[in-house]
């Protein structure tokens, strides 16, 4: 079998766990990877369009589950609802418009409208646990086996969490917020008067990698519990992410894990004897967002791209658990996926990911975000074309582990109506 008919029959595998999409209005792309099947995927992208007095807003985000799909799968589809609501509610208060000779004396009120319906809408997660189980100490197993069966939708969304990143557009003013939480990505790519590619990240990371996360959560909590953090950085050597919607075992009394999360049947065989006993002064996850306005006017040119990601991304771009094992490229992953959305790739990206990259991957099928993630995922190279869905190597326990996490991708250049 020669390399042509080998790339294509590697195509034709990972289709089996891809889902891309692209929309007839205002050409939006997304793309989301799974290889063990699409259904096994914890992501979620969201995309809407909403009128509100007269504009148009422009809703993109992405969603990282963790720990089950009970909270991703809740927030995609509730969140947006309760942000649509509230931006409809505001520009009714400021007098039925929000445009651009009112936008810069509202400009702080929606960022902290937007933090705070974030952060309530987390809070609203604990409190309904709270409601069906406000002292879980008390719980004999029977007891929390039952309660599990009676509100399952309401336990396993406080147990589960997700990060999340999103970009809300206002279409016709050409200006935006973007938020995150946690270690999913917004940015941008402008092409300079120079012809070159230059990158902004729209919203900043929290994960405890980043030093400021590192020491504000070493300085929210006593001596006595340092350190808090294992060799890779996860908090109480669980999770990696520093803020998220859920993750409740690490933000209420550990008496939930002992006492109720721990009997979730899906989690029979795990072993939580290690990580109950240091939850001692929680919370050690914040839900807290990073919310920051962009003027897109200036840029307004369709060459110009919002582009968003799960963090899928950031380990393809890494390498560490994937093509370069026990190696950090160190490379920015909004730069890397940036240069992938150019026509004339710029070569260091090559050197970045260790294999050849070609423009517009996807073919004839004209997705820009399948453009990123088939380069991110070998690009030229049949070879690591078939790792990627070689299910004996990503299953394998023997060695450094070959891992392939969740991606999902959405690409808008900034086009009219």
């Avoid at 197993?141 to 970009?167: K, M, N, S, Y």
Wanted: with cysteine; charged share 25%; aromatic share 10%.
């Amino acid at each position: 079998m020669d390399d042509s008919d080998r790339q294509h029959e590697a195509r034709q595998r990972m289709a089996g766990g891809y889902i891309g999409w692209q929309s007839t209005i205002l050409d939006i792309h997304s793309a989301t990877f799974q290889p063990r099947g699409i259904k096994e995927s914890q992501d979620r992208v969201k995309i809407d369009l909403w009128e509100i007095c007269g504009n148009h807003w422009l809703f993109l985000a992405v969603f990282d589950g963790h720990l089950g799909n009970a909270t991703v799968e809740y927030t995609s589809r509730e969140l947006p609802r309760t942000i649509r609501r509230k931006l409809r509610a505001f520009v009714h208060s400021v007098g039925g418009r929000l445009d651009r000779t009112n936008v810069a004396e509202n400009e702080g009120e929606i960022t902290a409208m937007l933090k705070r319906e974030i952060e309530q809408f987390d809070k609203g997660i604990g409190d309904a646990l709270q409601r069906v189980c406000p002292r879980p100490w008390e719980l004999t197993e029977e007891q929390a086996r039952r309660l599990i069966e009676e509100e399952p939708d309401i336990v396993r969304c406080a147990f589960a969490g997700t990060t999340l990143a999103f970009a809300l557009v206002n279409h016709e003013e050409r200006f935006m917020w973007a938020a995150g939480l946690g270690d999913s990505s917004a940015g941008i790519s402008i092409i300079d008067g120079d012809g070159k590619v230059q990158a902004q990240r729209l919203c900043d990371m929290h994960t405890f990698k980043d030093p400021k996360e590192y020491f504000r959560a070493t300085m929210e909590h006593p001596y006595a519990e340092q350190p808090l953090f294992d060799w890779e950085n996860r908090v109480l050597g669980w999770l990696s992410v520093a803020r998220a919607i859920g993750d409740f075992s690490l933000k209420l009394p550990s008496s939930y894990l002992s006492h109720l999360f721990r009997f979730l049947p899906e989690l029979d065989g795990y072993a939580f004897s290690e990580y109950i006993p240091r939850i001692v002064t929680p919370p050690y996850v914040s839900s807290e967002p990073s919310v920051r306005f962009t003027d897109l006017h200036p840029m307004w040119r369709p060459e110009n791209k919002i582009f968003l990601f799960t963090d899928g991304v950031d380990n393809l771009v890494d390498g560490w658990l994937v093509f370069k094992p026990k190696q950090h490229s160190g490379a920015d992953p909004v730069q890397t996926v940036a240069d992938l959305l150019c026509d004339d790739i710029n070569p260091r990206v090559e050197d970045v990911l260790g294999h050849k990259v070609v423009p517009r991957w996807s073919g004839e099928e004209g997705n820009r975000a399948t453009d990123v993630l088939g380069n991110l995922l070998g690009g030229e190279d049949v070879e690591r074309l078939e790792m990627v869905t070689d299910l004996d190597r990503l299953n394998c326990k023997e060695g450094w582990p070959f891992h392939i996490d969740d991606v999902s991708l959405i690409v808008w250049p900034m086009t009219d109506l």
